[in-house]
């Protein structure tokens, strides 16, 4: 019997809030990181050092632990680009309403926020990350 399964991608965007250093008026900034199809290399660059209350090192720069507000790990089947496009087009053509990837993170229907779901996974396993050394 041949059975024909569907396989489905999972796109993953991880946004981080954290203060901006860079003036002296305190201020924040977003980091959005879109359409991860591999999760495993941003488990161990963000996930991991974040859920360790350890340093982040991005590609261009490091994050201290205390300097984060706030992290969040959202799903979508399909792009942000593509998702974006979609939800775009069913809008009335003479509006003036840009959709954002927030909204369709906003959207359930588009949309999980698992960032929990990772979290109870990390703390479930006790991945240890060896301490950086400097």
């Given at each position: 019997m041949n059975v024909s399964r569907e396989i489905s991608v999972s796109y993953y965007h991880i946004l981080i809030e954290v203060n901006d250093h860079i003036s002296t008026i305190e201020q924040t900034r977003d980091i959005e990181i879109f359409d991860i199809i591999e999760i495993k290399p941003f488990l161990h660059s963000i996930l991991l050092p974040y859920f360790n209350?350890?340093?982040?090192?991005?590609?261009?720069?490091?994050?201290?632990?205390?300097?984060?507000?706030?992290?969040?790990?959202?799903?979508?089947?399909?792009?942000?680009?593509?998702?974006?496009e979609e939800e775009q087009k069913l809008l009335p053509s003479d509006t003036d309403v840009t959709i954002t990837a927030?909204?369709?993170?906003?959207?359930?229907?588009?949309?999980?926020?698992?960032?929990?779901?990772?979290?109870?996974?990390?703390?479930?396993?006790?991945?240890?990350?060896?301490?950086?050394?400097?």
């Open positions: 209350e350890q340093i982040i090192e991005l590609e261009d720069e490091n994050l201290d632990y205390q300097d984060i507000l706030h992290l969040e790990v959202k799903q979508t089947l399909l792009p942000i680009k593509d998702l974006i927030y909204e369709i993170f906003n959207d359930r229907e588009l949309s999980q926020d698992v960032t929990t779901v990772i979290m109870d996974i990390l703390e479930a396993v006790k991945l240890d990350q060896p301490p950086i050394e400097l």
